[in-house]
């Protein structure tokens, strides 16, 4: 039997380096290192654990834009223990597709929106 990722994703991501925006906010001042995003969600890193079901606002700055957005928390684990830390990955989902702040409308919105 192949051990093969099975993509559960509606839509492709674009990774943060991709994007240029490293850090994202969660409301009330929790900032985390984003992994990717979507218009449906994002994956984030931090240094607190976030609570699966809860809701929080994620307010994502890219260049000199920024949208501020309501999501849940789908799920949130151990990414990585050192001595000193302990690294959390969460993904959350987008209560409203997020609108298209990054990239420009041509290759950034196309891998973030599937083709059109």
Do not use: K, N
């Amino acid at each position: 039997m192949d051990d093969e990722l099975i993509e559960r994703r509606s839509e492709p991501r674009c990774s943060a380096e991709a994007l240029g925006m490293p850090q994202a906010t969660l409301r009330p001042g929790c900032p985390v290192d984003v992994v990717d995003l979507s218009s449906q969600g994002i994956q984030v890193q931090s240094a607190r654990p976030l609570r699966p079901e809860s809701l929080v606002l994620a307010r994502v700055v890219v260049g000199e834009q920024s949208v501020t957005i309501r999501a849940v928390v789908l799920r949130c684990v151990v990414w990585a223990v050192e001595p000193e830390a302990v690294t959390y990955r969460a993904g959350l989902r987008f209560e409203e597709l997020c609108p298209p702040i990054w990239g420009e409308p041509g290759r950034g919105a196309r891998l973030l929106h599937g083709p059109r």
